[in-house]
């Protein structure tokens, strides 16, 4: 069943504070730490209203930041080929490997 964005917030709001309380923080404390101002904690535990900077400081402060990237998952690739666009897109470049000028100089050893 679909959920509208009322009820979303709302979830949301409940979700923050069930955290928040987990963590046996106050309001107070937490909108300390997060620097999120109290009215607007309260507001947000509240009806899960908010900005997205305040979300993103409340996330923080309640140490569930990793998962905000889950909100919006990358589309399913739509072929191998798009696959392996991707993935060279996001891979970092190796470094070339260092070539090394003229030949090294190897002392013979000396028998005594």
Request: charged share 30%; aromatic share 2%; net charge positive.
């Amino acid at each position: 069943m679909l959920k509208t964005a009322v009820e979303l917030l709302q979830e949301l709001g409940r979700t923050v504070r069930d955290r928040r309380i987990a963590q046996g923080l106050s309001q107070l404390e937490i909108s300390e730490r997060s620097g999120v101002p109290l009215r607007t904690w309260k507001r947000l535990e509240g009806q899960g209203e908010g900005s997205l900077r305040h979300l993103i400081q409340a996330a923080i402060a309640l140490r569930c930041e990793d998962n905000l990237a889950l909100l919006f998952p990358a589309p399913a690739a739509a072929s191998m080929d798009d696959l392996l666009a991707r993935q060279a897109a996001t891979a970092t470049p190796k470094r070339p490997m260092r070539v090394l000028r003229g030949r090294a100089r190897v002392k013979p050893r000396v028998k005594p």
